[in-house]
């Protein structure tokens, strides 16, 4: 105790850097140094086998301009050598070799305007895992992975993202990658159909092919990627149904094919999908065919259905995916009324229903949804009283749109409220616009035409309901 208050803070430092088998170290226990274990693996040699080192001389000159690499950095993989985005690991045989490439963010090397794919990193038998992120921009090349060499089974991690001069089809010889967990080949140019090939790389957990042009359908074979955890094939031009067999993908928690061209209905395999947090199919061509057992995915926190043409009324189990914080349904053609249900969304902190042809109330129990932090009704049919509170309406603010529902008042105690793009109750007192009453009141707010109409409505419905 006495020895170490009177260590200046430096040498401490000092002290604490150095690695613990240097005896001097130890103040407390001065015989732990002598049990250290002596070093048994043989020295390693501390260099790359010359001809993996040609290799990866070739991947810089097709790459990067930042600086002549053989001259600066002869011997790559040696530790202190300062060459940025590389790491290597020495392997069995002694040698150090690379196993990780990245190029293209700072401080990693910069890609040069030539830069082309090279497909010599699939010569490098350690490399696990590779990023090349806004690389190919100006020379248009492709994705290509060699046939008949005996490609690394230690690639883990694919990822070539934002090049937009990566062009041409995803190649089928990518299923010789058999160790991929995680492929990202997004933001791209790349065209084609999605190989089947793909889908025998049964241990990928991520795939993400988002932002690129691919066509065609997504393969039924997308049931074997039985690792899968999270799926994006949003942004591309992928026509045909959902294959069912996406409820074959178990562990699956996030998958996002929006914006596609993509039509039927949402298919019933997905409601073995226990595990789904996020699911997003907004701007597609998709139908109104909701699947039985919806109610089962307790896990989704996000569901993104917006811009489709559904057209019918809101699925009430909606209303029990209980964990729900983001309901997205606008532009989708629904009818009929809100479900009260979608009050349960205790969680919610945005709901989209805009720009669709809902009728009735908003449910009462809206104004208890305490998270909610975003809502939009706005362009739909709905009438009667907003039901808010002048505290629910502060903290909403402009993030509150009713506008456009010309069958909606405010009641007067709420008036001094912010914008909403709502109308004060009995206001207007105008007989073109609909007049909307409190749930208190009687319809004697009604004018008489518009009652009697209404009357004779019910009357109709009364008659057809029974007299069939
Ligand atoms: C709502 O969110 C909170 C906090 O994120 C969480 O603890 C709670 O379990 C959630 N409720 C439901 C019903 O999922
Ligand atoms: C507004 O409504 C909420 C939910 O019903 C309630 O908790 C809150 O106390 C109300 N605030 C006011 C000022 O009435
Ligand atoms: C609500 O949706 C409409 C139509 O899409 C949009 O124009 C408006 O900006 C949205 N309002 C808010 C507050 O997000
Ligand atoms: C009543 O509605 C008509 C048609 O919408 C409009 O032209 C007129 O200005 C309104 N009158 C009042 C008093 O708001």
């Not at 006495?2 to 850097?17: A, D, N, Q, V």
Request: glycine share 8%.
């Amino acid at each position: 105790m006495h020895c170490s208050f009177s260590l200046s803070l430096p040498l401490i430092l000092l002290l604490l850097s150095l690695p613990s088998s240097i005896p001097s170290v130890s103040t407390t226990n001065p015989h732990h140094a002598n049990k250290q274990p002596p070093i048994k693996a043989p020295k390693p040699i501390n260099t790359m086998a010359p001809s993996e080192a040609e290799a990866l001389f070739k991947i810089m000159d097709s790459m990067s301009s930042d600086q002549n690499w053989r001259i600066s950095h002869p011997n790559p993989c040696q530790p202190g050598s300062s060459w940025p985005g590389i790491e290597c690991k020495v392997g069995n045989d002694n040698y150090l070799h690379v196993s990780r490439l990245d190029f293209g963010t700072p401080p990693n090397p910069t890609c040069k305007k030539t830069a082309t794919f090279p497909s010599q990193i699939f010569a490098l038998p350690y490399l696990q895992s590779v990023f090349f992120f806004n690389c190919f921009t100006h020379t248009k090349t492709t994705l290509s992975v060699p046939q008949n060499r005996a490609s690394p089974a230690s690639l883990q991690q694919l990822s070539l993202r934002s090049n937009p001069a990566l062009v041409g089809p995803i190649p089928p010889q990518i299923s010789t990658l058999k160790s991929l967990e995680i492929l990202t080949l997004s933001q791209n140019r790349l065209t084609g159909p999605i190989p089947l090939e793909i889908f025998s790389l049964g241990s990928l957990v991520h795939l993400d092919l988002s932002y690129n042009m691919l066509t065609g359908t997504i393969p039924y074979q997308l049931g074997s990627l039985r690792n899968l955890q999270g799926l994006d094939l949003s942004y591309n031009m992928l026509t045909g149904a959902i294959p069912n067999t996406i409820g074959q993908l178990g562990l699956l928690q996030k998958f996002d094919f929006s914006s596609n061209s993509l039509t039927g209905g949402i298919p019933d395999g997905i409601e073995k999908l226990s595990l789904l947090v996020f699911m997003a199919l907004s701007n597609n061509k998709l139908g109104g065919q909701f699947p039985k057992g919806l109610e089962k995915l307790q896990s989704l926190q996000y569901l993104i259905l917006d811009g489709n043409p559904i057209h019918t009324p809101l699925p009430l189990e909606f209303g029990k995916l209980v964990k729900l914080q983001e309901l997205r349904l606008a532009d989708s053609g629904y009818s009929g009324t809100i479900p009260e249900s979608f009050s349960q969304l205790k969680n919610l902190s945005t709901l989209s229903l805009q720009n669709n042809r809902l009728t009735g109330e908003i449910p009462v129990g809206f104004g208890s949804l305490s998270h909610i932090y975003h809502m939009n009704l706005s362009r739909n049919m709905l009438g009667g009283v907003v039901p808010f509170n002048s505290s629910f309406l502060k903290r909403l603010g402009r993030n509150l749109d009713l506008s456009g529902n010309p069958g909606l008042c405010l009641s007067p105690s709420e008036a001094h409220s912010l914008k909403i793009g709502v109308d004060v109750c009995g206001k207007n007192n105008n007989a073109s616009s609909i007049q909307p009453w409190k749930k208190s009141q009687a319809p004697s707010g009604l004018s008489k035409p518009l009652f009697l109409f209404t009357a004779l409505c019910v009357w109709g419905l009364h008659q057809m309901l029974f007299l069939v």
